[in-house]
């Protein structure tokens, strides 16, 4: 008799044991089912912040995050490593925000000098690493469209540097050394006298550096 109970109550175990796993089992498909297609989670807004000199209506098609797609399939990494291809972004970070929001952090690259592209007629910035930023302003400017004050009062704070023709790609390095001399030059000065550097209107380079 002893024996048979035994085994009756490890049946009855088993059978305890199996319905809690299936219940967990059911629960779990529910709660994934219901993260996955609800539409709670739904995309309906992403917000960019930290754009001083790159506008958000830039960054926006890099991240490639499509409105009314599913929040917990927008893969964060993926989404910060397109929009820092960009090349005012120095870092990028991407935060999902439930139940509908998609938050874009961006670190900005800072212009160190602006630089003349004169084939061009294009001035483009230069950061501390030597990397060539966008146009400070559009090319071909027509006088009548507006121009942001803030970026040009940025723009005029920044020293003028001239200099022999080189080709300059934004997003790449400035390959010309004497270039990248007085970008060095700018930043000790920078570095040792702010005050100082913030008087330096133009700096003329020369291929002997």
């Given at each position: 008799?002893?024996l048979a109970r035994d085994w009756i109550y490890l049946g009855c175990r088993i059978v305890i044991g199996t319905a809690m796993l299936v219940g967990v089992t059911w629960i779990t498909v529910d709660i994934v089912r219901y993260?996955?297609?609800?539409?709670?989670?739904?995309?309906?807004?992403?917000?960019?912040?930290?754009?001083?000199?790159?506008?958000?209506?830039?960054?926006?098609?890099?991240?490639?995050?499509?409105?009314?797609?599913?929040?917990?399939?927008?893969?964060?990494?993926?989404?910060?490593?397109?929009?820092?291809?960009?090349?005012?972004?120095?870092?990028?970070?991407?935060?999902?925000?439930?139940?509908?929001?998609?938050?874009?952090?961006?670190?900005?690259?800072?212009?160190?000098?602006?630089?003349?592209?004169?084939?061009?007629?294009?001035?483009?910035?230069?950061?501390?690493?030597?990397?060539?930023?966008?146009?400070?302003?559009?090319?071909?400017?027509?006088?009548?469209?507006?121009?942001?004050?803030?970026?040009?009062?940025?723009?005029?704070?920044?020293?003028?540097?001239?200099?022999?023709?080189?080709?300059?790609?934004?997003?790449?390095?400035?390959?010309?050394?004497?270039?990248?001399?007085?970008?060095?030059?700018?930043?000790?000065?920078?570095?040792?006298?702010?005050?100082?550097?913030?008087?330096?209107?133009?700096?003329?380079?020369?291929?002997?550096?």
């Amino acid at each position: 008799m002893a024996l048979a109970r035994d085994w009756i109550y490890l049946g009855c175990r088993i059978v305890i044991g199996t319905a809690m796993l299936v219940g967990v089992t059911w629960i779990t498909v529910d709660i994934v089912r219901y993260f996955t297609s609800s539409g709670d989670f739904r995309v309906r807004e992403v917000i960019i912040s930290g754009t001083h000199w790159a506008s958000p209506e830039e960054i926006r098609p890099l991240a490639e995050i499509r409105i009314g797609s599913n929040i917990w399939f927008v893969p964060s990494v993926r989404v910060a490593q397109r929009v820092a291809r960009h090349p005012w972004v120095r870092s990028c970070r991407v935060e999902k925000v439930p139940p509908d929001r998609v938050s874009i952090f961006i670190e900005e690259r800072r212009p160190v000098c602006a630089v003349l592209e004169r084939r061009q007629g294009v001035l483009y910035g230069l950061d501390e690493d030597g990397v060539v930023l966008p146009a400070l302003f559009p090319p071909h400017l027509d006088l009548e469209e507006a121009i942001n004050p803030k970026r040009l009062a940025a723009a005029r704070r920044l020293p003028f540097v001239t200099g022999p023709e080189t080709f300059l790609v934004p997003g790449d390095v400035v390959d010309n050394p004497s270039y990248l001399s007085v970008l060095e030059l700018l930043l000790q000065l920078r570095e040792a006298s702010p005050t100082f550097c913030d008087c330096i209107d133009s700096v003329s380079v020369f291929d002997e550096g």
